[in-house]
């Protein structure tokens, strides 16, 4: 495949991600903090994303393991990890955190289980998404 | 984007920048290098305090004009201290409490902006922070700083900030539009029932 090929090929997989809903409009904010001495700044932002998530992840699967549910504690790392989705424009996981939120203030646990299910299965094609997204990014960056 | 700031002798703005999240540590540390500042970014109040030498522990003088900082920016929720609560300690320090202090929080809550702006911050940002409004504050900033080397007084800066973006945005508040200083391009559907900065005057005026 030729470089014209390669480019064309990363527009329409980030086109994708967009049309698909995956991203939001901040995604393309950090896209313009980069430039030639911050190649990779969107990359290095996500991957601290990842990190930040899988703790808060991890935590909040513990939590949701007790009985009875401490909802407040829930709230508050739903609040977290919110806000880290949102500043990378992760719009579909965001939209499930904010689902779980709703059923924290209804103090409903089953819906905040379901919720948090459903959240994992979106971050977790979130995840799969970019990493495959990102390693084209680096290959077409290669042929420069 | 490339470097289109920092001109031969413009001011360099030292600006601390305080979050919990390492992903908004990053990003705005990103969105203030690009604005042309030098950024100190710590993970809470406390150690911005000892930052500041406002801890109690440290003596202030020498050290601290080393590390002189021309603008604060905090985040509001954060586990320890609130950027509230760092807000007050700031603005109750006869040493510290002349530096401007922005608030940032993903939470458009009307009596938590009006809180912070009564205790003195600057201003309130929404999260995700975007390059428009931190252009705006330097730039805001810069005025203040510019004006006083050249000996002219700087009237009531605060004043001026919310001049600047009231006498556009006085229906922002009622009619739910970004940033008057954000580009057309940007358009945020996101901020169809929140403003993305109060300014005072619009604020009152809708009551």
Redesign the interface.
């Known amino acids: 495949m030729d470089r014209n090929q390669m480019n064309r090929q990363l527009a329409n997989m980030r086109k994708a991600l967009f049309d698909q809903g995956y991203l ?3 995604f393309v ?2 896209e ?7 190649p990779n ?1 969107v990359e ?2 996500v991957t ?2 990842y ?2 998530s899988a703790r808060l992840i991890q935590t909040m699967d513990q939590t949701l393991e007790r009985n009875p549910l401490d909802f407040a504690k829930l709230d508050n790392n739903m ?2 990890f ?3 989705c ?4 992760a719009k579909k996981v965001k939209h499930e955190c904010s689902q779980f939120r709703e059923y924290c203030r209804q103090r409903n646990g089953e819906g905040c289980r379901r919720t948090f299910q459903q959240m994992k299965k979106e971050y977790a094609i979130l995840k799969k998404k970019l990493e495959v997204y990102f390693q084209y990014v680096r290959q077409v960056a290669l042929l420069k | ?3 289109d700031c920092c001109s031969s002798g413009a001011q360099e703005l030292h600006v601390l920048a305080v979050d919990d ?4 540590r ?2 705005i540390e ?2 203030l290098k ?1 604005s042309c500042c030098k950024v100190t970014a710590v993970e809470s109040g406390s150690m911005a305090l000892q930052y500041l030498g406002l801890d109690g522990e440290t003596s202030n003088a020498v050290g601290f004009d080393a590390l002189k900082v021309n603008l604060i920016v905090t985040d509001y ?1 954060m586990p320890g201290m609130t950027g509230f609560e760092l807000l007050k300690k700031i603005k109750e320090s006869s040493k510290l409490k002349e530096i401007p202090v922005v608030v940032m929080s ?1 939470e458009n809550i009307l009596t938590r902006i009006d809180r912070c702006l009564e205790e003195g911050a600057e201003d309130f940002l929404l ?2 922070v ?2 428009a409004d931190v252009k705006r504050l330097t730039d805001f900033v810069l005025k203040g700083t510019v004006s006083k080397k050249n000996g002219s007084d700087v009237k009531n800066p605060k004043r001026k900030l919310l001049d600047d973006s009231s006498s556009s945005s006085a229906d922002s508040a009622l009619s739910s539009q970004s940033s008057p200083l954000s580009s057309d391009s ?1 358009s ?1 559907p ?1 901020l169809s029932s929140t403003h993305r900065c109060i300014s005072k005057r619009a604020r009152f005026s809708s009551t």
């Open positions: 939001d409009e901040q904010q950090l313009e903090l980069q430039d030639d001495a911050n700044f290095e932002v601290l994303f990190r930040d609040h977290q919110t806000g880290s949102s500043s990378i424009g | 984007m490339g470097s999240s390492l992903v908004d990053k990003v990103r969105l690009i929720s993903s999260k995700p975007k390059l940007e945020s996101r």
